[in-house]
């Protein structure tokens, strides 16, 4: 994970840090942060202050890679691999140079793809992990030794590029639901991905007095991404006194023994769920919830809502729930 560290100079100098969430505006939180820096760096000369320089530097984790010297693009909509990860022999992450063009809400996915035998654009629908401030795009993904696009997709590289529609588009944004006071997060397996990015931008934290992210899956290893990005959340310059006291997460596996094991279904129709959290059960006047996973899980948890008195909402209609419907057919 790269960690981004600000200096301002000799030591004498004031020291900037990040801002503060109530010193945003929704369009600052939609600029990539190293952009924000460079104009308050030029609107300081235009006033006549003397402005001090601001270095951006990356440090390297010891299980990421480099970011090569920037390509031009080859391919059509072409974005160059800045870091590569692999989780286990079915899960890995990645992250790529965003087009300065691409503006999303956090939650949206994207087309992203390589060009296939045929010569033609392989494309198919990604969340974008990164929340919409940052200067790169991640993503999350399954390999599939045998589908048409992950099969070599998993086989990236840095330096390698990749194909990026950059038309974001999706239902899990905080516009399609209602407000209200705690947010509910079901993901299972890369299903995260859009969490991961909505975990990390301020508005969640400004919208909500709770929030529970609930991770379902069949290996403990495959809960690592999640945990990890969990666990640096409180640590965040950005959002980290935000999340104080606000976040509850409940990872499950379903084979694998861990210390809670089950379907995130049963739990909550047993109620086991707001027990093990000390909460109260979901219901319409407090609660709000995002969805994504398989076709059958996120059927599964739709009746569950409904029982609990919940509507589906939409970006037209919103409600107190959602769904992300574009990885399922």
Same mark, same amino acid.
């Given at each position: ?23 945003? =505006? ?8 190293? =952009? ?9 000369? #235009? ?6 320089? /601001?270095? !951006? ?10 970011? *090569? ?12 691999? =800045? ?17 300065? &063009? ?28 990164? *929340? ?17 696009? =992950? &099969? ?19 239902? !899990? ?19 995260? +991905? ?18 529970? /992210? ?22 965040? *310059? ?5 999340? #104080? ?35 109260? *059960? ?6 709000? +919830? ?40």
């Amino acid at each position: 994970m790269w960690t981004a560290l600000w200096l301002a100079g000799p030591a004498s100098r004031p020291a900037i840090s990040p801002p503060s969430s109530q010193s945003l =505006t929704r369009r600052d939180r939609k600029e990539p942060y190293s =952009t924000r820096l460079f104009l308050t760096w030029i609107n300081a000369a #235009a006033k006549g202050r003397r402005a001090k320089p /601001i270095q !951006l530097i990356q440090r390297r984790a010891d299980t990421v890679s480099d970011t *090569p010297s920037k390509q031009i693009p080859t391919l059509p909509d072409a974005q160059t691999v =800045t870091w590569v990860r692999h989780y286990t022999d079915r899960l890995f992450a990645f992250r790529v140079t965003r087009p300065r &063009s691409l503006r999303f809400r956090s939650g949206e996915f994207v087309m992203i793809g390589l060009m296939g035998d045929n010569g033609k654009p392989l494309l198919r629908a990604y969340s974008i992990a990164s *929340p919409s401030w940052a200067d790169e795009l991640e993503f999350y993904s399954i390999k599939v030794q045998e589908g048409p696009l =992950t &099969s070599k997709l998993q086989h990236i590289e840095v330096g390698d590029q990749i194909i990026l529609r950059p038309k974001p588009v999706g239902t !899990l944004v905080h516009d399609a639901l209602l407000p209200g006071h705690r947010l509910w997060l079901f993901a299972t397996g890369t299903g995260f +991905a859009p969490f991961a990015s909505i975990l990390r931008d301020p508005d969640t934290w400004e919208k909500y007095d709770d929030v529970v /992210i609930t991770h379902t899956c069949r290996q403990v290893a495959e809960l690592t991404y999640g945990r990890e990005l969990v666990e640096a959340l409180p640590d965040d *310059p950005l959002i980290g006194e935000m999340v #104080a006291g606000k976040l509850h997460y409940y990872p499950t596996t379903t084979r694998e023994e861990s210390p809670k094991m089950g379907r995130i279904t049963d739990l909550l129709t047993s109620g086991q769920v707001f027990e093990d959290l000390g909460v109260q *059960p979901i219901c319409p006047e407090r609660d709000r +919830a995002m969805v994504c996973g398989s076709l059958g899980f996120n059927l599964d948890i739709k009746t569950i809502l409904e029982d609990f008195g919940l509507r589906e909402g939409a970006n037209s209609e919103p409600a107190e729930f959602v769904i992300e419907k574009a990885f399922v057919g």
